[in-house]
């Protein structure tokens, strides 16, 4: 499956963005989804993750209650909807696909099997 994020810009401490993540492929429905992100001079990391049937979200504890994850399998697309958004949310935001059924596998990037090229979120103070 091949992943497209897109949706990034810049926004001002406090607003909102939606980021999507279109995939290709007629198997998109049998992939749990994740988004991840990188700040600069920092290691990648996980911010949330939808099962492949819509059944269960996981978020970081950082972005839970701001962020919301959702997708729709008919239009094959995974979004990650951020609200209050902070200086630290600031990164180069990723989707990724993944086979793996169980909840706690979806917090590590090493679970994921296909990538999205990356949006970039820059927010203001």
């Known amino acids: 499956v091949q992943l497209q994020a897109f949706g990034g810009g810049l926004v001002q401490a406090g607003g909102s963005l939606r980021l999507s993540c279109a995939a290709s492929g007629r198997t998109y429905s049998t992939y749990a989804m994740g988004w991840f992100r990188r700040a600069p001079g920092k290691e990648r990391e996980f911010v949330a993750a939808i099962a492949r049937s819509d059944i269960g979200t996981v978020y970081a504890e950082s972005v839970k209650g701001r962020f919301t994850i959702s997708r729709d399998n008919a239009k094959s697309t995974v979004y990650l909807q951020m609200n209050s958004l902070k200086p630290e949310d600031t990164a180069v935001y990723y989707c990724?696909?993944?086979?793996?059924?169980?909840?706690?596998?979806?917090?590590?990037?090493?679970?994921?099997?296909?990538w999205g090229q990356g949006t970039l979120v820059t927010v203001s103070s």
């Open positions: 990724a696909a993944t086979t793996r059924v169980k909840v706690d596998d979806y917090y590590h990037a090493d679970d994921y099997d296909y």
